[in-house]
């Protein structure tokens, strides 16, 4: 079975762009969950999809915005890009929510 | 919400010995409780994990302890080998029933670094 894959793996953006990540769940689960690793703050939690709805959202300013598709597909989307966004956006998909599986990220690095 | 720290942020041993990371949460309400490893420019790989309703788990070389009162958890990693040096992180959630999956975020701790010397 294929794991959880992210494009695109690397992205250089300028301040005040935005961005478009995207991410495709390991076959037949339904649930996909974001994260940002970045040195400083770890891994935090970003928000969750199930089923095309949002389930869950962590503490991040509205500028991060997700969304999912009826393959359970989903995208991640940063708006007017800051200095700080630069980190690794980890995706992972589960089946039931709770045993979750990583994708190997989308490194982005804001200029 | 949720705060979890894992000590020791490093961590150096010989090949052949065992080396615990351990792990400590705030939230009583946590029920799930995974160890992941990370490689060098590759996601988390979940290695094991653990539920509130059991204290103890064991898969080979590796096995995760959780005191439920105390409020921590543990990894350990028996007879270690040179491909165990990575990242490790623990996390906790407190994990809630809805349609018959369960939704959540996962709260990480800060991670240690493994390095087993051959």
């Known amino acids: 079975k294929a794991g959880v894959t992210q494009t695109p793996r690397y992205l250089i953006k300028t301040r005040g762009q935005q961005v478009t990540l995207s991410c495709s769940p390991i076959s037949g689960h339904r649930s996909v969950s974001w994260y940002q690793q970045t040195p400083g703050q770890g891994l935090q939690f970003l928000f969750e999809?199930?089923?095309?709805?949002?389930?869950n959202k962590g503490n991040f300013p509205g500028r991060f915005s997700g969304r999912q598709f009826s393959n359970s597909r989903s995208e991640m989307n940063v708006s007017t890009l800051e200095l700080g966004d630069s980190a690794l956006y980890l995706c992972?998909?589960?089946?039931?929510?709770?045993?979750?599986?990583f994708g190997p990220g989308t490194r982005l690095t804001v200029l | 919400g949720e705060n979890v720290e894992q000590h020791p942020s490093t961590l150096s041993v010989q090949e052949g010995d065992s080396a615990v990371i351990k792990c400590t949460y705030s939230d009583s309400a946590s029920n799930y409780f995974p160890w992941y490893k990370q490689e060098l420019g590759k996601g988390p790989q979940l290695i094991i994990d653990i539920r509130s309703n059991v204290g103890e788990k064991k898969d080979q070389r590796i096995a995760v302890t959780l005191n439920k009162t105390a409020k921590h958890f543990s990894l350990h990693i028996t007879e270690t080998q040179p491909e165990d040096s990575a990242v490790y992180f623990c996390a906790a959630t407190p994990f809630r029933r809805a349609g018959g999956t369960s939704y959540g975020k996962l709260t990480f701790g800060q991670g240690t670094i493994l390095t087993v010397h051959p």
């Open positions: 992972a998909s589960s089946f039931l929510g709770d045993e979750q599986f």
């Open positions: 999809y199930f089923s095309e709805t949002q389930r």
